[in-house]
């Protein structure tokens, strides 16, 4: 490719909303342009990319003996209705219509649309396993479009499905794609970690996440420092606590005067004694599926956080809300004295107080709490995980030291069941020919999100650094004066020899300065560049490594042999 005919309009202006790496040095190297809120064209470099990212995950999966397919990305409605999605999928689903009246959607997601290519076309457990994929445009209309690629409304997702005819063959299938992904992944040269996940409001029964580790990530991701359990914070496990004080505090059950003291730091400074020994009552209003709601009370210890999505799934509830005091006064609740016999109101108690009997807790009346409360033989079916994981915590698995770090989500697998296959009547004959619902399994990458996050990783001040299996070019070449003869002829030549190796090399053959061609090179990010400058004469020319930036001087005759065995 030469430069001189390429469209890649280069620009030292940043999108004014940009505040990641990623989303200013795509737009600022000509990879990507806006068009609208969380929709981006791609432009060739870009795209160049694009399609190697893409040709990897397609190597690997096929290679899995998974297929490719193309679904249409207009779904009918109807498909969404069989499976009750239409109306849960809330805002980010986008419902449009023909002229005719009749009702579609953009695809976000494809279950519905691949349990009906595959339903009443495969009818036999000797069909299965069957695994189909598709690398394709989707829409979500993201509550919070930023941060460029990474959460777009228009994106490519790479989109799998596996039909089984058993829990276990999909287990099997389901730790091939775990590995599969992770080649992909590692292939691209990042650094990931696979994490347990919650498996949310598309129903299932396991869930990985593929995390990217990137400070400006959106997950919070808990990893043990001795062993190899990761999760995301939603879903994070800890060992049981252990008390601060050797002993336990000695405490005569009954209620205590505790005048105007309603917080957890008051109190802990009123009876003298660590948090840890405080039971927090977190007052939230559930919202719920078939539209009723109601208010809920989780108690946890005084240093302990509720964690959101474990206290949603705790009453499988849509949504939580905040409530006022107001509302709970209405409701015949105490606020800041509100303890585990609350009246008339669903509790769910966190599982590390569970035979608890050294607690300090609300009295259920204004200006007392409750010394001593036990919880022994109480609440039996009261009890989850409701707590966020913090810093230090233990791991359930080998005791060892729990830490948080950020990451970005790249891909996703999780075992279906029969979720879809159930209500959207999918089919098959067992060997004891009994009809029964498909097993399935879904999986997805963020193929367009990698672009970015290829690169959130790998930056520096100047530019995008891309890596070996991601670079739209592998070599730069630079003539540095181009109306000199000799530099053109020998870049020319070079060129040429590398075009005939099938090697992936651009000519910058522009008539600018040289500083401004080198400028380029840096914030595009080839990894290397060969400058061809006025040292052409004394018989050498210069390699440079974009990464390290580190120069090395070479000699013509040489330079061929060198680039030969690099790139
Ligand atoms: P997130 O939590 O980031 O919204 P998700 O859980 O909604 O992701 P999935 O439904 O599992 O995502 O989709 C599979 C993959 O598609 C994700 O792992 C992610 O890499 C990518 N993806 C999801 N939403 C977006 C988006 N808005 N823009 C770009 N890529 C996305
Ligand atoms: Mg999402």
């Given at each position: 490719m030469r430069f001189s005919k390429c469209f890649i309009p280069t620009t030292k202006e940043a999108p004014s909303d940009a505040v990641l790496p990623s989303h200013k040095l795509l737009v600022q190297g000509g990879f990507v342009s806006q068009v609208g809120s969380g929709i981006y064209n791609f432009l060739p470099l870009g795209k160049i990319v694009l399609e190697k990212i893409r040709k990897i995950v397609k190597e690997e999966l096929d290679k899995a003996g998974s297929q490719e397919v193309q679904l249409g990305f207009v779904t009918p409605a109807e498909l969404w209705k069989e499976s009750g999605r239409y109306l849960k999928y809330g805002k980010e689903l986008l419902r449009i219509k023909d002229r005719k009246d009749n009702e579609f959607v953009l695809s976000p997601t494809a279950e519905e649309m691949m349990v009906d290519l595959v339903r009443n076309r495969i009818k036999s457990y000797k069909q299965l396993p069957l695994n189909l994929y598709q690398i394709n445009t989707k829409f979500r209309d993201e509550a919070r479009p930023r941060f460029g690629l990474l959460r777009g409304r228009e994106f490519l997702m790479e989109d799998g499905y596996s039909f089984h005819e058993s829990f276990e063959d999909l287990d099997r299938e389901f730790d091939l794609m775990e590995k599969t992904y992770s080649k992909i992944f590692d292939r691209l040269g990042l650094d990931f970690r696979v994490v347990d996940a919650d498996s949310g409001a598309?129903?299932?029964?396991g869930s990985k996440e593929f995390m990217v580790l990137a400070d400006n990530g959106e997950d919070d991701i808990v990893i043990c420092d001795n062993c190899s359990y990761a999760a995301n914070i939603e879903v994070a496990k800890r060992a049981k606590r252990i008390p601060p004080y050797d002993e336990k505090p000695q405490m005569t059950p009954g209620n205590f005067y505790t005048p105007e003291v309603k917080t957890i730091e008051t109190l802990s400074e009123f009876f003298m004694i660590e948090p840890y020994y405080l039971a927090k009552a977190v007052a939230k209003k559930a919202l719920f599926e078939d539209g009723n709601e109601k208010i809920v009370i989780y108690f946890l210890r005084g240093d302990d956080t509720l964690e959101e999505t474990k206290a949603l799934n705790a009453v499988n509830a849509l949504e939580l809300v905040d409530v006022s005091e107001e509302e709970l006064v209405k409701n015949g609740i105490t606020p800041g004295f509100?303890?585990?016999?609350?009246?008339?109101t669903q509790i769910v108690i966190d599982?590390?107080?569970?035979?608890?009997?050294?607690l300090i807790c609300g009295a259920n009346k204004k200006d007392y709490h409750f010394v001593g409360y036990s919880l022994k033989d109480k609440f039996k079916d009261k009890f989850y995980d409701i707590a966020e994981v913090r810093e230090f915590d233990l791991c359930a698995k080998c005791g060892g030291k729990l830490s948080q770090t950020k990451g970005i989500e790249v891909g996703h697998i999780f075992k279906l069941g029969d979720r879809y296959s159930k209500p959207l009547q999918a089919n098959f004959l067992d060997k004891n020919g009994k009809s029964k619902p498909f097993i399935m399994g879904t999986y997805g990458i963020g193929v367009s999100r990698l672009e970015a996050v290829i690169i959130e990783q790998h930056h520096d001040d100047k530019g995008c650094i891309w890596t070996k299996e991601s670079?739209?070019?592998?070599l730069d070449i630079i003539?540095?004066?181009?109306?000199n003869e000799d530099e053109l002829n020998f870049g020319n030549k070079i060129y040429n020899e590398l075009l005939s190796l099938n090697k992936e090399v651009i000519i910058d053959d522009r008539k600018e300065r040289f500083g401004f061609k080198m400028k380029d090179f840096e914030l595009i990010g080839f990894p290397y560049a060969l400058i061809v400058g006025k040292s052409l004469k004394d018989g050498v020319v210069e390699l440079v490594e974009r990464k390290t930036l580190k120069k090395s001087v070479i000699k013509k005759e040489e330079i061929l042999q060198k680039l030969k065995e690099l790139i």
């Amino acid at each position: 490719m030469r430069f001189s005919k390429c469209f890649i309009p280069t620009t030292k202006e940043a999108p004014s909303d940009a505040v990641l790496p990623s989303h200013k040095l795509l737009v600022q190297g000509g990879f990507v342009s806006q068009v609208g809120s969380g929709i981006y064209n791609f432009l060739p470099l870009g795209k160049i990319v694009l399609e190697k990212i893409r040709k990897i995950v397609k190597e690997e999966l096929d290679k899995a003996g998974s297929q490719e397919v193309q679904l249409g990305f207009v779904t009918p409605a109807e498909l969404w209705k069989e499976s009750g999605r239409y109306l849960k999928y809330g805002k980010e689903l986008l419902r449009i219509k023909d002229r005719k009246d009749n009702e579609f959607v953009l695809s976000p997601t494809a279950e519905e649309m691949m349990v009906d290519l595959v339903r009443n076309r495969i009818k036999s457990y000797k069909q299965l396993p069957l695994n189909l994929y598709q690398i394709n445009t989707k829409f979500r209309d993201e509550a919070r479009p930023r941060f460029g690629l990474l959460r777009g409304r228009e994106f490519l997702m790479e989109d799998g499905y596996s039909f089984h005819e058993s829990f276990e063959d999909l287990d099997r299938e389901f730790d091939l794609m775990e590995k599969t992904y992770s080649k992909i992944f590692d292939r691209l040269g990042l650094d990931f970690r696979v994490v347990d996940a919650d498996s949310g409001a598309i129903g299932g029964t396991g869930s990985k996440e593929f995390m990217v580790l990137a400070d400006n990530g959106e997950d919070d991701i808990v990893i043990c420092d001795n062993c190899s359990y990761a999760a995301n914070i939603e879903v994070a496990k800890r060992a049981k606590r252990i008390p601060p004080y050797d002993e336990k505090p000695q405490m005569t059950p009954g209620n205590f005067y505790t005048p105007e003291v309603k917080t957890i730091e008051t109190l802990s400074e009123f009876f003298m004694i660590e948090p840890y020994y405080l039971a927090k009552a977190v007052a939230k209003k559930a919202l719920f599926e078939d539209g009723n709601e109601k208010i809920v009370i989780y108690f946890l210890r005084g240093d302990d956080t509720l964690e959101e999505t474990k206290a949603l799934n705790a009453v499988n509830a849509l949504e939580l809300v905040d409530v006022s005091e107001e509302e709970l006064v209405k409701n015949g609740i105490t606020p800041g004295f509100i303890g585990f016999e609350v009246k008339n109101t669903q509790i769910v108690i966190d599982i590390d107080l569970k035979d608890d009997d050294t607690l300090i807790c609300g009295a259920n009346k204004k200006d007392y709490h409750f010394v001593g409360y036990s919880l022994k033989d109480k609440f039996k079916d009261k009890f989850y995980d409701i707590a966020e994981v913090r810093e230090f915590d233990l791991c359930a698995k080998c005791g060892g030291k729990l830490s948080q770090t950020k990451g970005i989500e790249v891909g996703h697998i999780f075992k279906l069941g029969d979720r879809y296959s159930k209500p959207l009547q999918a089919n098959f004959l067992d060997k004891n020919g009994k009809s029964k619902p498909f097993i399935m399994g879904t999986y997805g990458i963020g193929v367009s999100r990698l672009e970015a996050v290829i690169i959130e990783q790998h930056h520096d001040d100047k530019g995008c650094i891309w890596t070996k299996e991601s670079a739209p070019f592998m070599l730069d070449i630079i003539v540095s004066n181009p109306k000199n003869e000799d530099e053109l002829n020998f870049g020319n030549k070079i060129y040429n020899e590398l075009l005939s190796l099938n090697k992936e090399v651009i000519i910058d053959d522009r008539k600018e300065r040289f500083g401004f061609k080198m400028k380029d090179f840096e914030l595009i990010g080839f990894p290397y560049a060969l400058i061809v400058g006025k040292s052409l004469k004394d018989g050498v020319v210069e390699l440079v490594e974009r990464k390290t930036l580190k120069k090395s001087v070479i000699k013509k005759e040489e330079i061929l042999q060198k680039l030969k065995e690099l790139i």
